[in-house]
């Protein structure tokens, strides 16, 4: 009798639902998309078509060479951002993973640190020139 009760839930039915829903919300968007570029105003006018600039006067030439310094800083930015984001698994799971877990983490932030050390050295974070 116990036999009938159990249900086999790894069959590609049990993903319909998913499948459903990924379906209306990519034709909904399109939908959507298609409806307001059908009925949204079409007009062309020198004000509309000209770069917007902030309600500032644009003027002068747009390549012009910039400090790496701003590029350096939003790279560096991203990659400790990231690397952040590698301590929420352990934050949530840290019981479970016990010593070997905390060991884990501790290697990741030595090379955390590592990282961030070699940057201070090299001077990448001082903005004089």
């Known amino acids: ?5 159990q249900v086999n839930t790894n069959t ?4 319909l639902p998913v499948v459903i829903q990924i379906i209306f919300a990519a034709g909904l968007v399109g939908f959507l998309m298609l409806i307001t570029h059908l009925l949204g105003p079409k007009r062309r006018t020198a004000d509309k078509l000209e770069n917007f600039a902030s309600g500032i006067e644009s003027h002068g030439d747009a390549r012009q060479p910039m ?4 590029f350096l800083v939003a790279i560096l930015f991203v990659v400790f951002d990231v ?3 590698f301590f929420y698994p352990y934050a949530v799971n840290f019981k479970n993973l016990g010593w070997s877990g905390f060991w884990a983490v501790m290697i990741f932030v030595a090379f955390f640190l590592c990282g961030f050390i070699y940057i201070i050295k090299k001077g990448a974070l001082k ?3």
């Open 12 to 15: 590609a039915t049990s993903y």
């Open 67 to 70: 400090a790496i310094k701003y």
């Open 83 to 85: 690397e952040v984001i």
């Open 1 to 5: 009798m116990n036999y009938l009760l």
């Open 127 to 129: 903005w004089e020139d």
